[in-house]
């Protein structure tokens, strides 16, 4: 009997350069997870109306010279993928027609990441940036990746996770991708109490914030036991930080490898959109950034 391959890395491209950064990246995470490489280019103009304008009917040889562009994408892609990553089980190449948020949502189900460049061509070729890659991470049905151009880091470099009260999709992630590097893992939880500057005194004058400290230190603990006791090889660097957590996790990241959020926010919405910790980071990681689900 052959053995089942294991769920492949998606990533999903246009002409843009970074979403070569991207197809690089995902090569060598998918060789990483011994795992083969799916690439899709999202071709709208593949369809016989465009969405916007269903009553103007694309010309054919329209059409056809769009796709032979995308091809040569996908070859451009293909060549690059196995240049990084040599040890790859197999790459695959695909013309999806249609926008990339439901060409790609639909590949999530079948993938075990998926990963898209930081900036597309524009509202129609490609915009993976800003909303497609909110709506991705916010409904994608496995992990989402988004890459912009890499940055040199020291090869020892952390992994760094988000902890919050909805963590454990993000810190299964982390901590797989950690022992995956052989990196250190930074557990970042953040707190952060809203008030006026004489307030915060107050409460600093009166110890509280020390004793909050202490508690959070705890919860920290209690949240990551279960995970150390998995991953025993993982060394793991906790940081309590009284700060908003999207400022903190940023501060942090300037000198990671990858940064590991959840999707989901603690607030009356949580579960129902992105949070708005993984918007920022979304928008402004200086590193690759992870958003599990």
């Known amino acids: 009997m052959i053995p089942q391959l294991r769920k492949p890395v998606v990533v999903g491209i246009d002409g843009a350069a970074s979403a070569l950064d991207a197809v690089r990246w995902a090569a060598v995470e998918a060789q990483r997870r011994g795992t083969g490489l799916r690439v899709v280019c999202c071709d709208v103009f593949a369809l016989v109306y465009l969405p916007d304008v269903p009553t103007v009917r694309l010309p054919e040889s329209f059409r056809n010279a769009v796709a032979e ?4 994408w996908l070859q451009q892609a293909r060549t690059a993928a196995w240049q990084q990553a040599p ?19 639909d590949e999530s189900k079948r993938a075990q990441l998926v990963v898209v460049g930081s900036r597309g061509l524009g509202p129609v070729s490609g915009a993976f940036a800003g909303s497609v890659a909110v709506e991705l991470s916010a409904h994608a049905e496995c992990p989402v990746a988004i890459i912009r151009r890499p940055v040199a880091t020291e090869p020892d470099a ?3 996770v988000g902890v919050d009260g909805n963590a454990d999709h993000a810190l299964e ?15 970042v939880h953040a707190w952060h109490t809203v008030g006026t500057a004489r ?7 009166e110890g509280r914030a020390a004793v909050l400290q202490r508690e959070e230190e705890r919860i920290l603990d209690e949240t990551l036991a279960p995970w150390c006791e998995k991953y025993l090889d993982v060394e793991v660097r906790r940081i309590v930080a009284q700060d908003k957590p999207a400022r903190a996790l940023l501060r942090h990241a ?13 607030g009356a919405f949580a579960g129902l959109v992105l949070g708005a910790t993984s918007q920022q980071l979304v928008h402004h990681a200086p590193c690759p950034l992870i958003v599990a689900g």
């Open 158 to 160: 952390p992994v760094v």
């Open 69 to 72: 562009q995308a091809a040569q």
């Open 199 to 205: 307030a915060w005194r107050n409460f600093h004058d």
């Open 173 to 187: 992630t982390a901590f797989e991708c950690a022992a995956q590097r052989r990196a250190p893992l930074e557990a």
């Open 254 to 266: 300037q000198h990671a490898q990858l940064v590991v959020v959840g999707s989901r926010g603690r």
């Open 87 to 105: 040890r790859l089980r197999y790459v695959r190449t695909f013309i999806r027609p249609g926008t990339p948020v439901p060409a790609l949502l």
